[in-house]
């Protein structure tokens, strides 16, 4: 039982350029979140999905596209990367119900140069 | 959307103090509060939460307690050690875990 694992753990990229962040969970859980992290900012939302095949936007979604195609697997995608990008980004996941424990992946250090 | 906020946004006190963190929130549909601990380079765990049926959980050293109708929520840390040292956040939720900004909490010996 690995929980939520994150890939890649690391990733320097240039402007312009475009990758996907994989989140992936076995647990069987209905919930999946991406956040970003920045110094002062706390967790900020991205997109959350609450279910395989839907997708919803967060408090800071432009400049990114999501992605739940199957239930154990949630992309984050940037078409084309900018600076304002840099960020540690972290995925989480949760059973159905919104009200119970979100468990977090360990997390991507994105540098955009 | 739902608007967290957290204060103290950096919380010093001295081993074997309490030490308290407040949040308020904007949605008064939010039904979950769960608070998480961050250490250095790792990743957010949840330490205590609570919902909106309950005003007060307890869990050895940490408690939270929760006023829906002046939308504020509290944790609470007893007898503080180092390894209290961290980063915590607040969150709310209906339909999407929402955070605070977090406090930065430091125990000295």
């Known amino acids: 039982n690995a929980g939520v694992t994150q890939t890649p ?15 992936a ?14 110094p002062g900012m706390g967790l900020r939302l991205i997109h959350y999905s609450v279910g395989e095949g839907t997708t919803a936007k967060g408090e800071v979604p432009d400049g990114y596209n999501v992605s739940r195609l199957k239930k154990q697997n949630f992309l984050l995608g940037l078409e084309s990367a900018a600076p304002s990008q840099t960020s540690v980004y972290f995925c989480a996941s949760s059973y159905g119900q919104l009200n119970t424990e979100a468990f977090f992946g360990q997390g991507t250090r994105l540098t955009v140069v | 959307g739902e608007n967290v906020e957290q204060h103290p946004s950096t919380l010093s006190v001295q081993e074997g103090d309490s030490a308290v963190i407040k ?25 205590i939460d609570i919902r909106s049926n309950v005003g007060e959980k307890k869990d050895q050293r ?11 929520f509290s944790l609470h840390i007893t ?31």
């Open chain 2, 62 to 72: 940490i408690a939270v307690t929760l006023n829906k109708t002046a939308k504020h």
């Open chain 1, 9 to 23: 753990k690391f990733r320097v990229l240039k402007t312009g350029q475009s990758m996907t962040l994989l989140c």
């Open chain 2, 79 to 109: 007898e503080t050690q180092p390894e209290d040292s961290a980063v915590y956040f607040c969150a709310a939720a209906m339909y999407a875990l929402n955070f605070g900004k977090g406090t930065s909490l430091l125990v000295t010996p």
């Open chain 1, 25 to 38: 969970q076995d647990m069987n859980h209905e919930y999946m979140y991406w956040y970003r992290q920045d």
């Open chain 2, 23 to 47: 949040c308020t929130y904007s949605d008064s549909a939010s039904n979950y509060f769960p608070w998480y601990k961050q250490e250095l380079g790792k990743r957010p765990q949840l330490i």
